[in-house]
């Protein structure tokens, strides 16, 4: 089964701060998933590192102010055809994100205060028909 998977969490240094999170026990459903890493902010075209960004206002704007909605709308639609061309039906997201979050996102105010929320990403394959889980959920949903 193909399952997308945000990069970072397979330990790529692509988040805002040019680092990653490797999730360690990926290994453990390497035979029976094949994992597809994916950076929706790297697939619109933002660079590492880069200005940390949140979500306001359906917009997602960074900390020096400037609107990087529309990097964040393409690095969507980019992975969307990624899920599509490898037919997944799972992606595995890091949590929080303002492209990958699913469930809970920063309020866009950078004060580390959660909100009910999705990130672009996140939102565009639920309407595909993409389940989305966070790092946290992988034990939970995946099985040996």
């Given amino acids: 089964m193909n399952v997308l998977i945000s990069a970072c969490l397979v330990g790529v240094n692509c988040r805002y701060n040019a680092s990653g999170v490797l999730y360690d026990g990926l290994q453990n459903y390497k ?5 597809i890493p994916v950076c929706p902010e790297i697939f619109g075209g933002m660079k590492t590192p880069r200005e940390p960004a949140e979500i306001l206002n359906n917009r997602v704007v960074n900390t020096a102010g400037e609107d990087v909605t529309e990097c964040y709308i393409k690095g969507a639609q980019e992975v969307l055809k990624l899920a599509e061309f490898y037919e997944c039906s799972l992606a595995i997201l890091k949590e ?16 580390g205060k959660l ?10 394959l639920l309407k595909n028909g993409i389940k989305v889980i966070g790092e946290t959920q992988i034990e939970q949903h995946l099985r040996l």
């Fill in 31 to 35: 035979e029976k998933y094949h994992f």
């Fill in 96 to 111: 929080r994100s303002p492209s990958c979050g699913c469930g809970k996102i920063y309020d866009g105010s950078f004060t």
């Fill in 115 to 124: 909100i009910n929320g999705n990130g672009f990403t996140a939102e565009l």
